[in-house]
Every structure is written in structure tokens, then in C-alpha cells.
């Protein structure tokens, strides 16, 4: 499988917990947290079968969607919904998903 793609399913996994956690006190938060989520590992997975700079772009919108669904968990644990120790590994896939579609935007010539 294309290791984006993989990362974002992680990713994915690991969000799943803490929105069903941030739900309970906040609701928006945790639907702004899935769907951002959701887009990210979507528009990867679109990118990947698009070329040229229809690619380029797919992988942009996939890594503002990674980026946003990170804030929404670092909302969460400024809020107290969820502590930071749960949050970080959630944060470390986004921080390598948002690296890999970086790379996948700027390939080395």
C-alpha cells in the first residue's frame, strides 16, 4: 500500500479514541476533528492516482487537513477534554503524515 495512505489510516486509528473522548464535552470540536481527519486521508489517497499539478494540489489539501485535525487535538488538550499523553501519538502521525506529503509536493530533482 502507497505509505501515505498507511500513515493516514493510522492517523485515523489514532484520532478515533480522542474524538469520541473530546464528543463528550464538545461536540463541534470532535466533528471539526473527524472530518478534517477524514479529508486528509481521502485527498491522499485521490492524490495518488491524479498526475501533474492536480497531484501536487490533492497532496496540499491532504496536509491542511492533517494540520487542522492536529490543532484540533492540541484545542482539545489546551480545553483539558483530553490530557496531552493521550494526544501525542496522534501527533506524531500527523507530524509524519505532514512530512510525507510535503515530500510527495517537493520531489527532489
Known sequence: MFE???IAHEFIAAVR???ERIE???KSLAD???RAATS???NTAEGNRRDGRDRAARFRIAAGEC???ATAVQVATGWGYVPAAAGAPALALA???CAVLWRLRHPRR
Open 4 to 6: 501515505a495512505q498507511t
Open 24 to 26: 463528550l464535552r464538545d
Open 40 to 42: 486528509a486521508a481521502l
Open 32 to 34: 471539526q476533528l473527524r
Open 95 to 97: 507530524d509524519r503524515l
Open 67 to 69: 494540520a487542522e485535525a
Open 17 to 19: 479514541p480522542l474524538v
